[in-house]
């Protein structure tokens, strides 16, 4: 069996409340370094091999702390960059909703549901090629992880169905795991939200 921890980035300082998305800086806070922290507490006996990361400041920085904790490598891959939505990238960020059915979202060419999925499963069919029968741990962004961890559970994302209809959206620091079974997708659980 391999099994990923599906991590989402500790909270980040965002003053002006903007919808950060690929946008340099917005560094962890005090208390997304704090939430990492227990994170790290948590995967300290799960023998954790590697941690893949996606790029973006906020992720490094939460894999730094894992790594610097758990004593292992981070691999850092696009594949777990969050969304690309030059329309939405800047704005307020409590006034979005539904991102992938805005207006400002598809008129900018802002990347499909499909295509998210597609680049997550890339990564993680890299990870049980390389890692099978290991644990791995996976720190990226809230939709991306959603995107991956609803379309592996059998559930329709579309035009019609948003991401927040099937499940509670995961937090900061929020972690999910996933077992597979021959590289096979077998089961799922959050693990603290």
């Known amino acids: 069996m391999t099994t990923i921890y599906f991590i989402r980035h500790g909270e980040y300082e965002n003053p002006f409340n903007l919808l950060p998305l690929r946008m340099k800086g917005f560094p962890l806070s005090q208390l997304g370094k704090d939430q990492i922290k227990g994170v790290g507490n948590f995967l300290k006996d799960k023998n954790i091999s590697v941690i893949y990361s996606s790029p973006i400041l906020r992720t490094r920085q939460s894999a730094q702390i894992l790594s610097n904790m758990l004593g292992i490598q981070i691999y850092f891959s696009k594949s777990l960059i969050e969304v690309n939505s030059p ?3 800047g704005k307020d960020k409590f006034m979005i909703k539904d ?9 900018a060419h802002g990347e499909t549901i499909e295509h998210i999925y597609l680049r997550m499963n890339r990564i993680v069919s890299k990870i049980l090629r390389e890692h099978s029968h290991s644990s791995v741990a996976v720190v990226s962004h809230g939709d991306p992880l959603m995107i991956y961890t609803l379309k592996i559970s059998g559930k329709t994302i579309d035009g019609n169905h948003a991401i927040t209809d099937y499940d509670t959206y995961i937090p900061k620091s929020g972690m999910t795991k996933i077992d597979y079974v021959k590289g096979q997708f077998h089961d799922i659980s959050k693990i603290n939200y």
């Open 99 to 107: 991102t992938f059915k805005l207006p400002l979202h598809i008129q």
């Open 87 to 89: 329309g939405l990238q």
